[in-house]
């Protein structure tokens, strides 16, 4: 099932090669959306896609020996059907 959920990641996930390595496994999984570092030291992120690939995403980055999410803030979005790439905001 396609969905597009909002995250907003906490913890150590600033500097470790968080966004890269979303990025990476977002292009993998052929998810839409987007990922930016907050200015308060979180990260934030749109995800689009089939939702088992979303979860899997995130599991990954939980298992990153770098980063290190201590929470999740997690809301679901409507869906864009115009969306076509995922990419790191800056």
Known sequence: M???RHYVFY???QGVGFRFTAYQKAIQYQLTGWIRN???????????GE???????VRYLHSDSYIYIDHMDIK????????KSFEIKY
């Open 76 to 83: 679901n979005m409507d869906i864009l059907n115009n969306e």
């Open 2 to 4: 396609i969905v597009r």
């Open 51 to 57: 939702e088992e690939y979303i979860k899997d995403l």
């Open 11 to 13: 913890g150590r996930v």
């Open 38 to 48: 907050t200015y308060d030291g979180h990260v934030e992120a749109i995800f689009q």
